[in-house]
């Protein structure tokens, strides 16, 4: 309890701290920034320390967090030493945001942490390998930080949000498994708040429930009105709803599943069978339920299936898995890994997108001539907050950079219209932010390796379009919504308060849309086809052995994987649904209205909806490539790519559909906004399911085996209290590479090492391979680690520690259990410095 209240008191008072500065760098949306400042702060200061630490200029330890830390304030004082009058105005005028913003986060934070403490084990997927870099980084005296799994090396991972987490550890005086759950509980809270930022800056922008106008002074010198509508206050709580707790459908299948329903007993055998869900071919969903039937799910792990939704199959049928996890699949799990790092990270590089695209960071920067129409600061801030997804989670880069660079293209458009110098915006903005985001970071760089190796075909695998349903179709449904509501009212009069406007009407260009939609659909199938097509020539003999391996020519492998595409439309035929309408209402016509008073319409709203569908384009290109194409990396096919890029999409997707669901609440009357609200309420319920059944199973109805805490350490002093104390004791010895026993990842091996930040010889071997792209790091150190275990002969001993410079052998249960320790060398030629129970640690003279 006191870690929780000591992190909510040291992220509060960093907003607080930071609000000013982000007053200053967002005049174009409504809240000013006062949503995103928590998060902001962190990055700056996450920066700053990590900064000062690769280079020398302060040491990874509270002298060095408190230095960043002044180094933010300084910078947030001076960016209103002319301006507090006006931040004093905000904060008085929007008491409403204020407050809903503060006990939104409260919420939040204090909800997940309670789920944590209910569960808070780290042994399940990448969870020791997330504490082994929180220790590690603790450990470390300056950075770039130490590989805890492969002594000698720095870690080669996007480890950003690590640093963040043991710099918080490290000012509450907390260790680090304590730590990772905090740290996944703030992350929620921070995905909340900047959610529902993006959303009520959105939906404020449109006009609707306008109350009070208050007017302060824009950074550009311009004056801009602090307006407070209810509304959107109110709605916006959707966008966390749909970003954070709603799930897709498949809890809705385990239930109906469970209850027995579409299965047929036979009269004769007893056997159930169904032609719906064998149909609907979801893994242990085709199998009959057990009798007798009830509502509540109660399978092994069944909640893990609503993160592998989509099922692909080689040509001879044989099953491949796919990731398709969702916010809070991550959170229910525990997960600390980048991708979950980065959500509140890529919420602000949205919300950086929306500030530009609405008119803010005005300024001017010429670069050899060349003139930027955006601000040094602006520009800058850009540019800190793209190279820091690429820190946090290098797939994220692609949209917060993307997004970034569109918005600005966008809002040149509406300033100067379409024409050819728009591609020159792109390139002016795309090329100097790219390098500058990449030397603001450049340390990291210094010493990160990749297993990315370009990009691969996807002929075999798109998918199937009742996958795709039950993956996406709680935001799928609000989504539709919108794209009909607006097709149908298209440039029509909006309620609100509006503004006389010229004599014309947005008119969607079908035209445009259909062509870009299509044509993008064929371009990456035919993309698809000749990288497959230059792979044979390049690489002969490995297409060879895999249409051996299908058992099938060139020709019939062609004939078979576009059979099956065919068969699988569904999924293409919803997804161009989406992009076609999208593309056409993005990029309107405006045409002359043959009437004799000019038309009333509301420029903002039309402006707002321009970036929701800027938001919802880019979401479904993200689900439509993998479909054609996937990253190559070590898993062989498109099981990362469809993870990274569905993960991002659901961010995306679900701003949209809060917006929409929202949008449409203020817009519907009469029998159709009843029956929305009706279709949305069972949406959202569908979507709950999965959260509401998903934590009982998890935290066993909220009875936790050791009662409620945040410190998985707890757990271990109970179940091992021998192992424990040897931890205990290994976090005050001084620092040196400690062997212990290796073993395969996802499981108790590097246990040591990762709950003392100590560097071991050689952790998950997998793992390290797949952070370099090479096993070469690795060399021989798993059987060398064996040898040291197990052979009677010192002299071979003493070369694998000088090899490794090894200081500690820890001798444990582990180690017993996985090999024939030899332990009587040891005894003879070290002295043991720790002992109990059964386990001795020894140290190297």
């Given at each position: 309890m006191t870690a929780f209240i000591t992190w909510y008191f040291i992220i509060t008072l960093l907003g607080w701290l930071t609000f000013p500065l982000m007053h200053t760098l967002f005049p174009a949306l409504a809240d000013r920034g006062y949503t995103l400042a928590r998060t902001a702060g962190l990055l700056i200061w996450g920066y700053v320390f990590w900064l000062f630490a690769s280079l020398g200029i302060a040491q990874n330890d509270?002298?060095?967090?408190?230095?960043?830390?002044?180094?933010?304030?300084?910078?947030?004082?001076?960016?209103?030493?002319?301006?507090?009058?006006?931040?004093?105005?905000?904060?008085?005028?929007?008491?409403?945001?204020?407050?809903?913003?503060?006990?939104?986060?409260?919420?939040?934070?204090?909800?997940?942490?309670?789920?944590?403490?209910?569960?808070?084990?780290?042994?399940?997927?990448?969870?020791?390998?997330?504490?082994?870099?929180?220790?590690?980084?603790?450990?470390?005296?300056?950075?770039?930080?130490?590989?805890?799994?492969?002594?000698?090396?720095?870690?080669?991972?996007?480890?950003?949000?690590?640093?963040?987490?043991?710099?918080?550890?490290?000012?509450?005086?907390?260790?680090?498994?304590?730590?990772?759950?905090?740290?996944?509980?703030?992350?929620?809270?921070?995905?909340?708040?900047?959610?529902?930022?993006?959303?009520?800056?959105?939906?404020?922008?449109?006009?609707?429930?306008?109350?009070?106008?208050?007017?302060?002074?824009?950074?550009?010198?311009?004056?801009?009105?602090?307006?407070?509508?209810?509304?959107?206050?109110?709605?916006?709580?959707?966008?966390?709803?749909?970003?954070?707790?709603?799930?897709?459908?498949?809890?809705?299948?385990?239930?109906?599943?469970?209850?027995?329903?579409?299965?047929?007993?036979?009269?004769?055998?007893?056997?159930?069978?169904?032609?719906?869900?064998?149909?609907?071919?979801?893994?242990?969903?085709?199998?009959?339920?057990?009798?007798?039937?009830?509502?509540?799910?109660?399978?092994?792990?069944?909640?893990?299936?609503?993160?592998?939704?989509?099922q692909d199959y080689d040509m001879l049928g044989n099953h491949r898995e796919a990731i398709d996890e969702f916010p809070f699949f991550s959170f229910l799990l525990g997960d600390l890994h980048p991708h979950v790092l980065a959500i509140p990270f890529s919420l602000l590089a949205i919300a950086v997108a929306l500030n530009l695209f609405l008119g803010g960071f005005r300024g001017t920067i010429r670069i050899f001539g060349a003139r930027l129409h955006i601000s040094y600061t602006g520009f800058l801030f850009s540019a800190l907050v793209i190279g820091g997804l690429a820190f946090l989670n290098t797939w994220d880069i692609l949209v917060g950079a993307t997004l970034i660079i569109l918005a600005y293209v966008f809002a040149r458009a509406r300033e100067d219209g379409w024409r050819w110098d728009r591609l020159e915006d792109l390139f002016l903005l795309s090329l100097p932010l790219g390098i500058l985001s990449v030397i603001l970071y450049f340390p990291f760089y210094l010493g990160f390796s990749s297993q990315a190796g370009g990009i691969l075909p996807n002929v075999m695998n798109p998918t199937r379009g009742a996958h795709l349903w039950v993956m996406w179709g709680t935001l799928l449904i609000p989504i539709f919504a919108y794209l009909i509501y607006s097709g149908v009212n298209f440039g029509v009069q909006e309620s609100g308060v509006q503004e006389l406007a010229p004599a014309t009407k947005r008119k969607p260009n079908w035209k445009l849309g259909i062509s870009l939609g299509l044509g993008f659909a064929l371009l990456l199938w035919i993309l698809s086809w000749a990288i497959g097509w230059v792979g044979s020539l390049i690489e002969k003999d490995f297409v060879f052995m895999f249409l051996s391996s299908q058992g099938m020519s060139a020709s019939q492998f062609f004939n078979a994987t576009t059979l099956r595409r065919l068969t699988y439309i569904g999924s293409l035929i919803t997804l161009l649904a989406i992009l076609i309408p999208s593309l056409a209402y993005l990029f309107a016509d405006n045409h002359k209205l043959q009437i004799e008073n000019p038309q009333v319409v509301n420029r903002q709203s039309s402006i707002v909806n321009q970036f929701t569908l800027l938001l919802l384009t880019l979401g479904t290109i993200l689900v439509l490539v993998p479909d054609f194409v996937y990253l190559r990396d070590q898993f062989g096919y498109r099981i990362n790519t469809i993870f990274k890029f569905y993960y991002q999409a659901w961010m995306l997707w679900s701003l949209v559909a809060a917006f929409a669901t929202a949008y449409l609440f203020q817009n519907l009357r009469g029998l159709k906004d009843i029956l929305f609200r009706i279709l949305i309420g069972l949406v959202i319920f569908a979507g709950l399911l999965y959260p509401a059944f998903g934590l009982l199973n998890k935290t066993n109805d909220f009875k936790p085996t050791y009662g409620f805490t945040l410190d998985d350490f707890d757990r271990i002093r109970r179940e091992n209290p021998d192992e424990?104390?040897?931890?205990?004791?290994?976090?005050?010895?001084?620092?040196?590479?400690?062997?212990?026993?290796?073993?395969?990842?996802?499981?108790?091996?590097?246990?040591?090492?990762?709950?003392?930040?100590?560097?071991?010889?050689?952790?998950?071997?997998?793992?390290?391979?797949?952070?370099?792209?090479?096993?070469?790091?690795?060399?021989?150190?798993?059987?060398?680690?064996?040898?040291?275990?197990?052979?009677?002969?010192?002299?071979?001993?003493?070369?694998?520690?000088?090899?490794?410079?090894?200081?500690?052998?820890?001798?444990?249960?582990?180690?017993?259990?996985?090999?024939?320790?030899?332990?009587?060398?040891?005894?003879?030629?070290?002295?043991?410095?720790?002992?109990?129970?059964?386990?001795?640690?020894?140290?190297?003279?």
């Open positions: 509270m002298g060095g967090i408190l230095l960043a830390l002044a180094v933010l304030v300084g910078i947030s004082i001076f960016s209103i030493i002319n301006r507090r009058s006006e931040v004093v105005n905000f904060l008085r005028s929007n008491l409403p945001l204020i407050l809903t913003t503060e006990i939104l986060f409260f919420i939040a934070f204090a909800f997940l942490a309670f789920v944590r403490s209910a569960n808070p084990a780290l042994t399940s997927t990448e969870q020791p390998l997330e504490l082994a870099f929180i220790n590690g980084i603790l450990r470390s005296p300056t950075f770039p930080p130490q590989d805890p799994w492969l002594s000698g090396y720095g870690i080669s991972y996007y480890y950003f949000g690590y640093v963040m987490t043991a710099m918080l550890a490290r000012l509450s005086g907390i260790v680090g498994s304590m730590a990772h759950n905090l740290m996944t509980a703030l992350i929620f809270a921070l995905g909340a708040l900047g959610a529902y930022g993006i959303v009520y800056n959105l939906l404020s922008t449109t006009d609707h429930g306008r109350q009070t106008i208050d007017r302060d002074e824009r950074s550009d010198g311009e004056e801009s009105p602090t307006v407070h509508r209810p509304l959107s206050t109110a709605y916006a709580l959707l966008a966390p709803l749909f970003l954070l707790l709603v799930a897709n459908f498949e809890a809705l299948l385990e239930v109906l599943h469970r209850r027995g329903l579409f299965w047929v007993k036979d009269s004769i055998t007893g056997e159930y069978t169904s032609v719906f869900w064998k149909w609907l071919d979801m893994k242990e969903l085709s199998f009959a339920p057990l009798e007798p039937f009830q509502w509540t799910p109660d399978r092994y792990l069944w909640w893990w299936r609503a993160s592998r939704v989509v424990a104390a040897a931890i205990d004791f290994l976090r005050t010895v001084p620092d040196g590479v400690i062997a212990e026993a290796v073993g395969d990842g996802y499981s108790g091996y590097a246990r040591i090492s990762a709950h003392t930040g100590l560097q071991t010889v050689i952790g998950w071997p997998g793992h390290e391979a797949q952070w370099r792209g090479t096993y070469e790091p690795q060399g021989s150190r798993r059987d060398d680690m064996t040898t040291l275990y197990t052979t009677a002969r010192w002299e071979e001993v003493q070369a694998i520690i000088d090899r490794y410079d090894i200081r500690y052998i820890y001798i444990g249960t582990l180690e017993y259990i996985s090999m024939p320790v030899n332990q009587e060398k040891f005894q003879l030629h070290l002295k043991p410095i720790f002992q109990q129970g059964g386990v001795v640690i020894y140290e190297v003279p």
